[in-house]
């Protein structure tokens, strides 16, 4: 009897050592498992390549464009290949001092500026600035144009005329109508980028309305605008800044005084190359608000070549609200040209 019970404690004892070891082998194979687990799954000692986009996706930011911005700034919903990402800001003539730079905003002090706008439009390697100029006259926005585009110029059958100039990136410049836009490229310059920038200025020309050019552009012959050359202005200072190998020798100062340049009358200067000889000729044509104030300023230069011993400047009588004179010597072929344009001017006040 005694031997039966020890017999099957003997038992019980051996069944619980079996089932013991088997649970502890299988946790052991659980925790290799898992130890097999998370080595695969732990970073590897080998470097990780990271591929960043090469071409980062531009955020349109038109929601942000001043409430008085210029209908011809198009939108990036307008564009294919342009995304705006620097709003339109708008200011008046006063604020173009902190929104162009300082030569610039002299150069505008000198015309009659309604609005000024900036924005900048981006593709993946290009970015241009764009800066509109609108102004209270055709003859204005002429007149910021010929100062600043000093390139060749480009006639377009719209009546624009546009002009690149070359800088360390190409800037273009633009005229129509009442406004001036010059766009400046930054970035992977090259043909194709360069034909962007292009499009894009005519891309905002192509919803300005046009006007006719000055009067005094207009009378030169289409065969020979290539080799001539046309600035106007109201007041003689900063074609003498810009371009002094032609007008660095004029007294502006003492011509603005005779000529009455106090803001409100115009003049346009033209150079034109004479055929055989090839000499440049300067002409001008001065527009006051009335007739009376251009008689006053023919007075006044008539006066001053009077007691002068000033042997090139012409100077003819006055024609209503126009006149006319020359800078550059006293040829037979520029007095005809000088004539045939006083003859062709109109009776009734245009502008210049």
Not at 280 to 303: G, K
């Amino acid at each position: 009897m005694t031997r039966n019970i020890i017999d099957k404690q003997w038992i019980a004892s051996l069944l619980s050592l079996i089932l013991a070891s088997g649970l502890i082998g299988s946790g052991c194979r659980q925790t290799e498992q898992d130890a097999d687990s998370a080595a695969e799954t732990s970073p590897s000692s080998e470097p990780v390549l990271l591929i960043e986009d090469p071409a980062p996706r531009l955020i349109a930011v038109d929601a942000q464009d001043a409430e008085d911005a210029p209908f011809f700034l198009p939108r990036t919903d307008t564009m294919r290949d342009w995304v705006k990402t620097q709003p339109v800001r708008t200011g008046s003539a006063a604020d173009a001092t902190s929104m162009t730079e300082a030569g610039l905003a002299a150069v505008l002090a000198t015309f009659d500026i309604a609005r000024v706008s900036v924005c900048t439009y981006e593709q993946p390697e290009l970015r241009a600035e764009v800066l509109a100029i609108e102004t209270g006259t055709p003859e204005d926005a002429f007149g910021i144009f010929s100062l600043l585009a000093d390139g060749i110029w480009i006639f377009r059958g719209d009546r624009s005329i546009r002009a690149q100039v070359e800088a360390a990136a190409p800037v273009w410049y633009g005229w129509q109508g009442h406004s001036l836009i010059r766009v400046r490229g930054e970035g992977r310059i090259n043909p194709q980028t360069e034909k962007a920038l292009a499009d894009l200025l005519g891309r905002i020309i192509f919803y300005i309305p046009a006007t006719d050019a000055p009067l005094l552009a207009r009378t030169i012959p289409p065969a020979s605008r290539v080799d001539s050359r046309i600035w106007v202005v109201r007041d003689l200072r900063p074609l003498r800044e810009h371009y002094t190998e032609l007008f660095g020798t004029i007294d502006a100062k003492a011509l603005n005084e005779r000529l009455g340049l106090t803001g409100e009358a115009m003049i346009s200067v033209a150079r034109v190359r004479q055929e055989p000889s090839h000499t440049e000729e300067l002409i001008w044509l001065a527009q006051y608000p009335n007739a009376t104030a251009a008689q006053n300023a023919h007075t006044r230069y008539r006066q001053a070549l009077n007691d002068s011993d000033d042997k090139g400047s012409l100077l003819l009588e006055p024609r209503d609200v126009f006149v006319v004179g020359g800078w550059s010597g006293q040829s037979e072929q520029v007095q005809r040209m000088l004539k045939e344009l006083r003859e062709a001017l109109p009776i009734e006040p245009t502008q210049p």
